[in-house]
């Protein structure tokens, strides 16, 4: 029995008032048809619902939808209203009202009278159907959902009443979307673009994360766990909506040699929620201030193990992981053809793929540049024995150089992370130690020596005096350092000698080892002095007279005093003629006033060049100097006695 003329349109029966459906990204949705009845009589103008069929008035209806989310911590929800339905993301269609089906692209609104004769202009039946996109802002918000709500009018209505101020009636239904598990690298996973959201201790939450790119070096132990979480959270420490999340490897391309792959874990049932290597409950905060809106978030995951043997140096390998839904509650069914990567449905359980590259590098050792004390070993392009530095030294003198050496990853800021997060799994500081050894063909010097490497803790700037003791050793960085000392012998003047140095990791000297050349010349006529040497004592090493290196040093202030402690000075011992055309070594020695021994004795390269060319039957004094050659002459300008009391 029909009402009186006031009555609005009904939706008598099925689907009630917020019936709850589920959708999953990509599948299409369709919404039970839901029918309308007017209590008013059939053919009048009360009892007659608007449609499209009575042009050109007003249209009959209206379709709206909203985003919300489910999360029901915090009680202050920033994702929805008391009502349920504020918008904290962009649903997929143009407008939040479509009346007459025109609602932006994938929605379809209709509605049709029910058949009969005549026919029921009181009775109609409304469908609506969408396809929900796979991406959207949807991704950003914890267990989101999406409002439709239908209002009906008849033709009275269109007369002055306005549906929003009097009574009418309002069919809703609440669309829960089922979004795929979410790869985490750090914590929080998403941010809404509306609403501040942030780990309560992101130095914990997703701790040792294996990241989309991980270097891990030879020898190295790379301990990592990769992780997901269930997006269709409640927000609670019980988390009853929670779906379990199975992480399985694919077989293709699978997990290199040696690597090992522990089972999943996580989740409300999991044997601890808050295990001490890696994460499992977190705490996430909503709003401004913390305590303002406090949520749980729960993470699964499989710990990765790998040390990568010799063999494996410079390889990278990629490995895939396939999370999918182990659903607890009442799901739909979906049957959905997903590309690579997207969310994808199997039997209605969601899945998604995450895939990651691990790379093997070797050791690369680099030499800290603001050393000075590296002295030519320090020069960055002498690389070869053809690109040597020259450099010359002096007899007697004391020479130190000290390497040091740094694997260049330890000081890559890229693999610390960020500080105010967690941890990730990257290469591991310190576990390289450098040296260096002499090359085979081109090695040392006679009576030179390289030191036994040593390791020393330093400062994230490689200085060992911008930090305390203490932050070295938190900081971790740490660099070995190498000296190579040498005091060139008399006898070893005007000798060249290239000596290349490789620079290698100590446990695999053969993986990418780096080389520095010198080429060292002695130079003629200069010797060193240290503290306590006079030249007295210099003049009986060279049996000559200490006036005649007075001579040859003018700027020698106190010839009991060549040189302070600790400090070394280099003495002329007379000057270097360079020979215009070839002369008898003994009438080069007469004519300066010496003797041929003692020419041969202060250029040992003249003697080396008589004894590869000597002929038996020529006499040594009538031995022939070279053109151009430079010699050393000490003359025999003065002579005296000893003076001990100077």
């Not at 504020?86 to 143009?94: D, T």
């Not at 994230?460 to 740490?478: F, N």
């Amino acid at each position: 029995m029909f009402t009186s003329e006031t009555d609005v349109p009904r939706f008598p029966s099925s689907p009630k008032h917020d019936t709850e459906f589920f959708v999953y990204p990509g599948e299409t949705f369709v919404l039970p048809p839901v029918y309308v009845i007017d209590p008013d009589a059939n053919g009048t103008e009360y009892g007659t619902i608007i449609d499209k069929i009575l042009p050109p008035q007003q249209e009959w209806s209206f379709f709206s939808a909203c985003t919300g989310s489910n999360l029901s911590r915090p009680a202050n929800n920033p994702f929805s209203t008391g009502g349920g339905c504020a918008i904290a993301a962009s649903h997929p269609w143009e407008t939040e009202n479509c009346p007459d089906g025109k609602c932006g692209p994938g929605m379809n609104f209709e509605m049709s009278r029910m058949p009969g004769s005549p026919d029921f202009t009181n009775r109609s039946i409304i469908n609506v159907n969408f396809t929900l996109p796979l991406r959207g802002d949807f991704e950003s918000v914890p267990n989101p959902y999406f409002y439709l709500c239908l209002t009906a009018r008849d033709a009275k209505d269109t007369l002055g009443r306005n549906p929003s101020e009097e009574p009418y009636d309002m069919r809703c239904y609440k669309v829960i979307i089922q979004l795929p598990p979410r790869y985490v690298a750090t914590c929080p996973s998403i941010t809404p673009p509306s609403i501040e959201m942030r780990a309560a201790n992101p130095t914990t939450c997703a701790l040792g994360g294996l990241q989309p790119h991980t270097k891990v070096g030879v020898g190295q132990r790379l301990k990592a766990w990769i992780y997901f979480e269930d997006l269709n959270r409640d927000g609670t420490d019980s988390c009853i909506d929670c779906d379990d999340v199975e992480i399985a490897v694919l077989s293709d391309p699978g997990l290199p040699n040696d690597a090992s792959m522990a089972a999943w874990t996580g989740g409300p049932n999991a044997p601890s929620k808050a295990p001490a290597d890696h994460s499992n409950l977190e705490k996430v905060y909503f709003g401004d201030s913390i305590g303002n809106g406090v949520s749980t978030q729960y993470l699964y995951s499989r710990r990765f193990e790998f040390t990568p043997s010799l063999i494996q140096a410079s390889l990278t390998y990629k490995i895939c992981m396939k999370a999918t839904e182990l659903h607890k509650g009442k799901k739909l069914t979906a049957n959905l053809t997903c590309p690579t990567n997207d969310g994808c449905s199997e039997g209605g359980r969601l899945s998604s793929q995450a895939c990651f590259h691990v790379e093997v590098v070797q050791p690369d050792v680099r030499m800290v540049s603001m050393n000075s004390r590296a002295g030519p070993f320090g020069t960055a392009s002498a690389v070869s024995p053809e690109t040597a530095v020259n450099f010359s030294v002096r007899v007697q003198c004391d020479y130190k150089w000290t390497l040091q050496l740094y694997e260049a990853l330890d000081f890559d800021a890229s693999q610390a992370g960020d500080k105010s997060k967690a941890k990730i799994a990257a290469f591991e500081r310190g576990i390289y130690s450098f040296t260096a050894s002499a090359d085979s063909e081109y090695g040392l010097p006679k009576g030179a020596m390289i030191s036994a490497p040593r390791k020393i803790q330093v400062c994230q700037d490689m200085s060992k005096d911008s930090c305390t003791e203490q932050e070295k050793l938190q900081q971790g960085y740490s660099i070995t350092e190498v000296d190579i000392t040498w005091r060139p012998p008399r006898g070893s003047e005007s000798e060249v000698t290239t000596t290349c140095l490789r620079l290698h990791e100590q446990k695999f000297p053969t993986l990418r080892s780096k080389m520095r050349c010198v080429r060292f010349e002695v130079t003629k006529c200069q010797v060193c002095v240290q503290n306590g040497d006079t030249l007295v004592s210099l003049a009986r090493d060279y049996k000559t007279d200490w006036l005649q290196l007075w001579g040859a040093n003018p700027h020698i202030a106190n010839p009991n005093r060549l040189a302070e402690p600790g400090e070394q000075e280099a003495i002329t011992l007379g000057p270097t003629h360079v020979i215009d055309e070839p002369v008898k070594l003994s009438l080069l020695a007469k004519r300066f006033r010496t003797t041929g021994n003692k020419v041969l004795e202060l250029n040992p390269d003249l003697a080396a060049h008589f004894d590869a060319h000597l002929d038996p039957k020529v006499l040594a004094a009538d031995l022939m100097v070279p053109a151009s050659t430079h010699v050393c002459l000490m003359p025999e300008i003065c002579t005296q006695k000893d003076d001990l009391t100077m």
